[in-house]
Structure formats: C-alpha cells, structure tokens
C-alpha cells in the first residue's frame, strides 16, 4: 500500500515584526513638550514695574527665594534604620534580588526628615523590625550631606565587607539611590 | 519616610524604638519582645486586635507625636510614648529597664482611648496586670 504523500505548501516562517514604536515616541514627544510648557516660566511671570518703571521681581518670587532659603536652613534630622532582629529584609539596592539578610543592628536606609515635615513624621513610626535612630541633626543641607556620605562609604562598613563577596551591597539595602 | 514595606514579623506584641543611636543599646527592644511574645496570647485580650506595638521614643530634637491608633484594616494597635530624655541617658542599666517598663505600662492605659479603639472590646485591665506580673517577675520594677 502506498501512502500519499501529501504535501503542503507552506510558506516560509516571517519573523514577527517588532510593534511599531513610532506612537510610543510620538506620545512621550507630546507628554515632554507639555510638561516643557508648564514648567516653564514666563518673565511677564516673575518680574513686575514699579512706580518709576523700573524692573524688579515680583512678590510671589521673592517669597519664594526666602521660603526656599529658610528651608535649607531649617532643623532637620538624618537618620538610620537598623534591623532590630535577625532576618530576611526588602532590598532595594539589590540587582539581583529582592531581600537580603541582615543581622541584628546592621543598617537598612539611611535618610533625612525636616520639622516641616514633623506631623507626618510622627505617625510614620518604624515598621516592627526596624529602629529608627537619628544620628545627625542640622541644616537640610548639613543633613543631606551627612547622609549621602555614609550612603556612599556604606560598602566600606564592616558590616558589609564581612559579607561573602556575592552579597556585598554598593548602598544599604533600603537605599535605591544615592540621595 | 515611607514605610510601605511589609516586613516579616507577624508576632502578636512587637516592640521597637525611635531613640538617639548612642542611647540605643540601652533599650532592650529583643527582651521585651520576646517576654511578652513567649507567656502572653493578644487573643487573650481581643478579638479585633491582632499585634500590639509598641514604640519608645527617646530623642531630643525634632520629637515626633506619640500614637495611639488601631488599624481595622490590618488589625494593628499602634502605641507610641516619649520617654524623659535626660532621665534615661543618666540612668543605670537597672534604671533604664524600670523606666521602660513603666512606659510600656503607661501606655496600655492608652489602649482605651487610642484612635479607633472606641467602642471596641479589649481587656487592657487584664492585659496590664498580665504585663505588670511578667516585669515584676523579671526584677525589672518592684512589686507594690
């Protein structure tokens, strides 16, 4: 008995063509120009004559370099967050996993609070396994400075280095960033 | 801040801190919470309330709000109390553990009144003489 052979025609396999992205581009191109646009300011915005037609800033404006300024200088607090227990904890600075574990003591984040910012940063108590231990207090500036170095030297701490060399961390693990 | 994290610890009394780093070792966060955890049950003193936790706050600066709130949601009672800052940086070992446990019994008089908690049952009388038992029985304060 012979089988038919049946054949069929086939046509050749196409790749898939890659979605297009010209809409992706033309939608963050219209997102960019709008947000160009709001925040942009205008001179007519900030700058005002007075009575003898000369130039000078606007009261808006002013107030806000004094507000700005005062803020850089207010009382501020920089912080750490160590574990309080043994453990497994989330890890933001990871590149290749979500938590790390950490012995009890060793650092979690570092960070900066303000005392404009004091109603929410007292309801914001740390979670059950975390101490919160201020560290510094100063200036925002004095502050930030403060804290984006010891979260640049944290790889130096020997808490890190007496890591196996896999788990060693650039940043503390709940430090994503540099600031 | 944000703490939007969920962290493991899932027991029914946690005990943690918001204290000036070099007065840090003097709390002993890990014994309280193990003492409590290891003699005493939160469902002993309410059906709603599924974690007691309790924070000291010991600074001197920029000292935030105590707290004293229930999350329905997540069945969290939330007690935090300012200890005297001065008084516990110039106590001894025996003198920071008193003021300690003094606070945390301070603070389950809070449970009542704290946000929330209205309305809704809690023996706070029987877990303050639970709690008060434990402490003496560790020599921490004295029995009146």
């Known amino acids: 008995m012979v089988l038919e052979k049946i054949y069929i025609e086939q046509k050749p396999l196409q790749p898939p063509k890659p979605p297009s992205k010209d809409w992706f581009r033309i939608i963050l191109l219209v997102f960019a120009v709008f947000a160009l646009i709001f925040a942009a300011l205008y001179f007519s915005e900030v700058v005002e004559k007075d009575e003898h037609g000369n130039y000078r800033l606007k009261s808006e404006r002013k107030e806000k370099f004094e507000a700005d300024s005062l803020k850089m200088t207010e009382e501020c607090q920089q912080y750490a ?9 989330p890890c933001f600075s990871c590149p290749d996993r979500d938590s790390i574990f950490l012995n009890e003591g060793e650092i979690w984040k570092y960070g900066v609070t303000c005392n404009g910012e004091k109603r ?6 740390p979670t059950q396994d975390l101490v919160y231990l201020p ?5 925002l500036l004095e502050c930030s400075i403060m ?5 640049i030297e944290y790889p130096l701490l020997p808490e890190n280095l007496n890591r196996k060399p896999a788990d060693r961390l650039a940043r503390p693990a709940g430090n994503p960033y540099d600031k | 801040m944000k703490y939007e994290y969920t962290m493991r610890s899932n027991d029914d ?9 070099e007065l840090y070792p003097k709390l002993k966060l890990g014994l309280f919470q193990s003492l409590l955890c290891k003699h005493l049950k939160i ?11 309790f924070v000291f706050i010991v600074m001197q600066k920029l000292v ?13 009672l939330l007690n935090s109390l300012i200890m005297d800052y001065d008084k516990f940086a110039q106590a001894d070992e025996a003198q920071a553990m008193q003021m300690q446990a003094e ?42």
Do not use: C
């Open chain 1, 147 to 151: 804290e984006t170095r010891k979260i």
């Open chain 2, 43 to 53: 469902k002993d003193y309410s059906e709603i309330v599924k974690h007691y936790y």
């Open chain 2, 64 to 76: 935030p709000q105590e707290t004293h709130r229930f999350q329905t949601k997540t069945g969290f």
């Open chain 1, 135 to 139: 560290q510094y207090t100063g200036s």
């Open chain 1, 81 to 89: 967050l160590v574990a309080k227990v043994s453990g497994i904890y």
């Open chain 1, 120 to 125: 929410r940063y007292g309801n914001k108590m």
């Open chain 2, 103 to 144: 606070l945390y019994l301070e603070g389950i008089k809070y449970i009542p009144k704290s946000w929330g908690m209205k309305k809704r049952p809690f023996d706070w009388q029987k877990f303050y003489t639970d709690v008060r038992n434990l402490f003496v029985e560790q020599g921490w304060i004295k029995e009146n």
């Open chain 2, 13 to 21: 009394f946690a005990v943690s801190a918001m204290v000036w780093h």
